[in-house]
């Protein structure tokens, strides 16, 4: 069986749960906590040497980190991922901007704040986060007003890898009620069959 070593908060850890339940794959969480520097062991960085959570042993024995790398690999053949060439693209433009532009803006916050506690501490560079998250925030909303979904029109990995950390923004102080397209679209989210919260760890 497959085995998931991942932070239960962590919207990069909730993407690769929430695909593999989707795609009905059963997993064995091992829950790596991060604020205990459990991701930072001799034994973790076996398995990963960039210490980061999260991390997907296959039944082959093989580690596979990165969470945009798991959902592509499990996304190949399957609804999740089209098989156009340049909508494959899309799926991986959108999942690249999502690494780049937004989960660094958007996601930090939320940790500061959220599971950290250090607001206070934190307030310059929170409001330098919120900036670019905002703008990155505005780029969805200008796609989301013209068609349903990221990609083809269709639900996929991008819309996965997108919605984990949008939609619990606004535990990093970002207002979503400004984006009313973003808010259609993480409804839709919510209603695509097998959806769990990020707060469900297995099904």
């Known amino acids: ?3 998931l070593y991942d932070f239960l908060p962590s919207g ?8 593999l339940t989707q795609l009905g794959i059963p997993f ?3 829950e790596i906590n991060i604020l205990k520097g ?9 398995k990963n040497s960039n210490g980061r959570i999260p991390v997907l042993q296959l039944e082959s ?4 980190a990165e969470s945009n790398a798991i959902l592509f690999y499990f996304s190949e053949d399957t609804e999740f991922l089209p098989a156009d060439k340049l909508l494959r693209a899309r799926v991986l433009q959108w999942l690249f901007f999502e690494q780049y532009s937004h989960e660094p803006n958007i996601a930090t916050p939320r ?6 506690g250090k607001a206070d501490e934190y307030r310059e560079a929170i409001e330098q986060k919120r900036q670019a998250g905002y703008a990155a925030l505005g780029v969805m909303e200008q796609h989301l007003t013209q068609q349903k979904f990221f990609v083809g029109d269709r639900y996929s990995i991008a819309d996965i890898g997108l919605f984990a950390y949008t939609h619990v923004a606004d535990e990093g102080g970002f207002d979503l ?9 993480i409804e839709r989210v919510k209603a695509q069959p097998n959806y769990i ?3 469900q760890q297995q099904f």
């Not at 990069?12 to 695909?19: A, C, H, I, S």
């Not at 459990?38 to 076996?46: D, G, I, N, V, Y």
Request: charge should be positive.
């Open 1 to 3: 069986m497959l085995k």
């Open 12 to 19: 990069n850890g909730y993407k690769v749960r929430l695909l």
């Open 28 to 30: 064995e969480r091992v």
């Open 38 to 46: 459990e991701s930072r062991t001799p034994e973790f960085l076996k």
């Open 61 to 64: 024995g093989d580690f596979l």
């Open 111 to 116: 940790f500061w704040i959220t599971e950290l």
């Open 177 to 185: 009620s400004q984006f009313p397209a973003i808010q259609a679209w």
């Open 197 to 199: 919260p990020i707060t």
